[in-house]
């Protein structure tokens, strides 16, 4: 196990708690930077199929450069693309907080009661 041991960012007694929370906080921003690079992974999919995928696949494709057409459908694909993913997000954290609010009722009834 020797060197995987250094590794792990929670071994008790190696790291101090600013330490910890650095770790902690990194983890957190490579994540957020991974579910990035998926949103735009699949953007960049969906939208070259839509509006490039047919013509390369006919062959009549532009090899240098992009046809007035197909710049138009990618920025009107992109700016869609965001705007859902943004309508999602907002979405998501609502519900999370209605949830999140939910639950705090419920934990705090019963502790309300025992006073």
């Known amino acids: 196990m020797g060197w995987l041991s250094g590794l792990n960012p929670f071994k008790a007694g190696t790291m101090n708690q600013r330490q910890l929370d650095e770790r902690r906080q990194i983890m957190v921003l490579s994540g957020e930077v991974e579910a990035m690079g998926d949103i735009f992974g699949r953007m960049n999919r969906q939208c070259y199929e839509k509006c490039i995928g047919e013509s390369v696949r006919n062959g009549t494709a ?33 519900e999370s907080e209605v949830q999140a609010a939910a639950a705090g009722l419920t934990q705090a009834g019963p502790q309300a009661g025992a006073t």
């Open 62 to 94: 532009h090899e240098d450069e992009l046809c007035i057409d197909e710049e138009k459908c990618l920025v009107n694909c992109a700016t869609k693309f965001v705007r859902v993913q943004q309508r999602v997000m907002e979405e998501f954290v609502k």
